[in-house]
């Protein structure tokens, strides 16, 4: 079997390369569909029965939520073949993860609080649930710190991978919290075994949004991606000709 | 073994470890974590009866008392299993309903009337339209159908 491919995986000129022609048809779409899930979302989904208008934050704290748990894993992973395979463009796939992960981190944080107020009738309490997700900014947070911390990058590396894989376990800690504790949050609608606990109407603009976040993580990664890559090897030969 | 082999066993060592960790941490706080108390929990004194705890679950139909005149209200907070009463001065929020979950935050007193000075509403896991809802409840003789799991889901 010829694993030429999967060897190329791990030279930067070859991902730098990838990574700028998979950009845009990953950024084109992303937002395309997020207009028009925001148009779906917020003027053709019917209002909720109780909470009227003040449902459609869902339309981006779910996504949110979503992508800043399944930016952990990619993190994790990537983190975890860097430090098992020695595989540099794996390390620098981690760190262009994190900045994305927090930003999507601290939005499901503001509109899970701008929902809470009227509907809960607090800000904030310290449930298991807030409270696991605000570790895992502080988690999304410190990686980012220990990176910039130290210097000398190969050991950058191998301890933010390692910080990284020892997070995963507040993955299923935020994803469970409102299952195994009383919790203020309600249990999942629609991530679930079960039939989704929302009519079509109301579910599409959502599962449009997902998408659309989804996409735009993999825009955006791959173009952190490029920079991070040109940073480790702005001594390498070949980017001078890669810049011309 | 090869260092890659080594570097595996290190990888996996490291989520075994901290997941052993985190099992035993979250039993050892597991009372601690839980955010409030069902009424259940606090027939069977599972509750601090002294101190400040929170006691969630439904709203007992049928139950809300508001006084004329004053901010003064009581009402029946319920798991289907076991009741408490409320009472309670203050505004409550949107949410705040008959059959729908709810979390109080205050004292249990002597007399078994638990005296809140915060009230939270819980809301479900359950979106539909208007039109879908008035359905909903019509074919159940006028009461949207609960589920109870959805007040204080059960403790594994």
């Not at chain 1, 540099?88 to 701008?114: D, E, N, P």
């Not at chain 2, 955010?35 to 679950?57: C, H, M, N, T």
């Amino acid at each position: 079997m010829n694993w030429t491919w999967f060897h190329k995986f791990g030279s930067p000129p070859h991902i730098y390369r990838i990574a700028g022609t998979l950009a845009p048809w990953f950024g084109w779409p992303a937002g395309l569909l997020i207009v028009a899930a925001l148009y779906a979302g917020l003027v053709l989904a019917p209002p909720d029965y109780q909470q009227g208008d003040g449902f459609r934050i869902i339309y981006v704290h779910a996504p949110s939520a979503w992508l800043s748990v399944m930016i952990y894993g990619v993190m994790a992973s990537a983190a975890a073949i860097g430090l098992i395979w020695r595989m540099k463009v794996a390390h620098a796939a981690a760190a262009s993860c994190a900045g994305i992960g927090a930003w999507f981190t601290v939005v499901s944080l503001i509109t899970g609080m701008l929902w809470g107020k009227p509907m809960w009738g607090t800000y904030w309490v310290w449930d298991p649930r807030l409270t696991a997700q605000l570790v895992l900014l502080f988690l999304y947070l410190g990686y980012m710190g220990l990176r910039s911390g130290i210097d000398d990058l190969a050991r950058s590396d191998r301890a933010s991978a390692v910080l990284a894989i020892v997070g995963v376990i507040n993955i299923p800690i935020i994803r469970y919290s409102v299952e195994w504790w009383n919790s203020i949050h309600q249990a999942p609608s629609v991530m679930k075994m079960d039939r989704p606990s929302m009519p079509m109407d109301m579910l599409a603009p959502l599962l449009m949004m997902l998408l659309g976040f989804t996409l735009y993580f993999a825009a955006v990664m791959l173009v952190r991606l490029r920079a991070e890559i040109l940073r480790r090897e702005r001594s390498a030969s070949w980017i001078k000709e890669a810049l011309q | 073994m090869t260092p890659r082999q080594r570097r595996i066993t290190l990888v996996v060592g490291i989520l075994a470890g901290v997941s052993l960790a985190g099992v035993l941490a979250l039993n050892a706080f597991r009372d601690n974590v839980m955010f409030f108390f069902d009424p259940s929990q606090v027939a069977a004194g599972e509750a601090p009866i002294e101190k400040r705890f929170r006691l969630g679950g439904m709203v007992r139909p049928g139950t809300v008392d508001r006084r004329a005149g004053s901010l003064d209200m009581s009402f029946v907070v319920t798991d289907f299993k076991q009741d408490v009463k409320v009472v309670y001065t203050g505004v409550v929020p949107d949410l705040f309903r008959e059959n729908q979950g709810v979390v109080a935050h205050g004292r249990l007193g002597k007399d078994g009337i638990f005296v809140a000075d915060e009230i939270l509403a819980k809301h479900d896991e359950n979106y539909m339209p208007p039109e879908v809802a008035r359905a909903v409840k019509e074919k159940h003789g006028g009461v949207m159908p609960v589920n109870p799991d959805s007040a204080a889901p059960p403790r594994t």
